[in-house]
Nanobody
């Protein structure tokens, strides 16, 4: 049973920073490509960032490029991922989801990922 767990959401003010974390567990020996998606109320789920299983390459959605950075998690642990979010804006408010797959056929496409976390709320006040 593969589990995906996100953490680190919260309420911040515009211009602040926040760091999200994600960890995948449950299948020994597997290496996962991982991605962040987000969904704001009344909007479709949007691609945010991608991290390959070996940490290269990384990809970003246009709306977060230059402000968000995706990286391997603490101690460079396998199957973990952090999202450092800087210069946050009210339009970044959404539920952020971590997704994982051993071989996603399309980095940006949510249908490429078999495993998903429950999501963590990020709220940015103006």
């Amino acid at each position: 049973q593969v589990q995906v767990v996100e953490s680190g959401g919260g309420l911040v003010q515009a211009g602040d920073s926040l760091r999200l974390s994600c960890a995948v567990s449950g299948r020994a020996g597997s290496s996962y490509a991982m991605a962040w998606f987000r969904q704001a109320p009344g909007k479709e789920r949007e691609f945010v960032a991608f991290l390959s299983w070996n940490s290269r390459p990384t990809r970003y959605g246009q709306s977060v490029k230059g402000r968000f950075t995706v990286s391997r998690g603490a101690a460079n642990a396998k199957n973990t991922m952090d999202l450092q979010m800087n210069s946050l804006k009210p339009e970044d408010t959404a539920v952020y989801y971590c997704a994982a797959d051993e071989r996603p056929y399309e980095e940006y496409g949510q249908n490429s990922y078999d495993f998903w976390g429950q999501g963590t709320q990020v709220t940015v006040s103006s």
